[in-house]
């Protein structure tokens, strides 16, 4: 594949700043996806309804289409693609968040494909969706060949998640057969935990048609 970078903005802000502060709110490591089930039998007050804002300004100017979250919780960021328009699929393993997930799209009347799997199991496909999400879900770093693959030519990856699970400017080496639209690592709010400031990776890259 043609390694082409468009545009990279990054602005790496080298600060020891607390990275995923202890009482922060991580994604489970891989290979342990029972353990939300294990912590959450309710939907935690810190998990947030509200879309992802960097997700929100990163759509708006596509066209909808194939739309995979993976990890979606309990579906805020794939009810949103869905009610813009999107055909959604949402995958995870929390039994609660899977449920919230398909009450909500059930009550605001939209199509969202609720699939109660292992990311690491689930068969991704080749050239099947236009966006795929992974947010504040961990390390990228098993799945990232799947994930390219199952994007069509001309499809968007969209990243965020606290920066201290990645090395510095690793996103963009990792996946270097996208083109990188925006890429950042900066202190901000975190959208998953809004109680610190920390810092934030946000990446965007899109397949070379
Ligand atoms: C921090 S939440 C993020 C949820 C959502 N992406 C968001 O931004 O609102 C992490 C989610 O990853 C899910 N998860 C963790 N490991 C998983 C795995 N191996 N397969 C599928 N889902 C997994 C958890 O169940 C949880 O819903």
């Given amino acids: 594949m043609t390694c082409r970078v468009a545009s990279v903005l990054v602005a790496v802000v080298l600060t020891s700043a607390s990275l995923g502060g202890q009482d922060a709110p991580q994604a489970p490591p891989p290979g342990d996806p029972g353990r939300w089930d294990r912590m959450f039998e309710t939907e935690p007050s810190h998990v947030r309804w509200e879309p992802n804002a960097f997700l929100m300004g990163a759509t708006q100017p596509m066209m909808p289409g194939n739309a995979i979250d993976v990890g979606m919780g309990s579906g805020r960021n794939a009810i949103f693609l869905a009610r813009s328009g999107w055909t959604v699929t949402g995958i995870d393993t929390w039994r609660v968040g899977v449920a919230r997930a398909r009450e909500r799209a059930a009550a605001e009347k939209v199509s969202l494909n609720v699939i109660q799997q292992d990311m690491f199991q689930f068969d991704y496909g080749a050239e099947r969706y236009d966006l ?27 990243i965020e998640h606290f920066a201290g699970a990645f090395e510095p400017g690793s996103l963009p080496m990792l996946f270097r057969g996208l083109e990188v639209l925006q890429y950042t690592e900066a202190e901000d709010f975190p959208d998953y935990d809004q109680r610190n400031k920390q810092k934030v990776v946000r990446f965007l890259g899109r397949k070379p048609r």
């Fill in 132 to 158: 795929v999400l992974f947010m504040y879900m961990g390390p990228v770093q098993d799945l990232d060949r799947r994930l390219v693959e199952a994007l069509r030519p001309g499809g968007y990856l969209v």
